[in-house]
Nanobody, 118 residues
Framework: QVQLVESGGGLVQAGGSLRLSCAAAGNIFSINAMGWYRQAPGKQRELVATIIGGKRNYRDSVKCRFTISRDNAKNTVSLQKNSLKPEDTAVYYC?????????????WGQGTQVTVSS
């Protein structure tokens, strides 16, 4: 059983910063990929950023504002978000691709709300 616990969401004014964190716990052999997705009301879930090994990938709208990082020893992934805009408002979900006893599996966090006021 693998669980992801997210933290760090909240309400912030435009131009402000927030840091999201996600901790993975359970019988995990290794984690291949870690990432963050978001879903705004009435929209589909979209990729925000991923980190695979040392390679980072961002959607264009968050480049130069968001930074994804991971701590392999602690099985955590973080997303530092600066210069936030109202259009960044969404529920943010952590995702990992982990090797467990049954093979490579994907897991999602419960989601954390981020609201950016103008």
């Amino acid at each position: 059983q693998v669980q992801l616990v997210e933290s760090g969401g909240g309400l912030v004014q435009a131009g402000g910063s927030l840091r999201l964190s996600c901790a993975a716990a359970g019988n995990i052999f290794s984690i291949n990929a870690m990432g963050w997705y978001r879903q705004a009301p009435g929209k589909q879930r979209e990729l925000v950023a991923t980190i695979i090994g040392g390679k980072r990938n961002y959607r264009d709208s968050v480049k130069c504002r968001f930074t994804i990082s991971r701590d392999n020893a602690k099985n955590t992934v973080s997303l530092q978000k600066n210069s936030l805009k109202p259009e960044d408002t969404a529920v943010y979900y952590c995702n990992i691709q982990a090797m467990v006893s049954s093979g490579l599996r994907g897991y999602w966090g419960q989601g954390t709300q981020v609201t950016v006021s103008s």
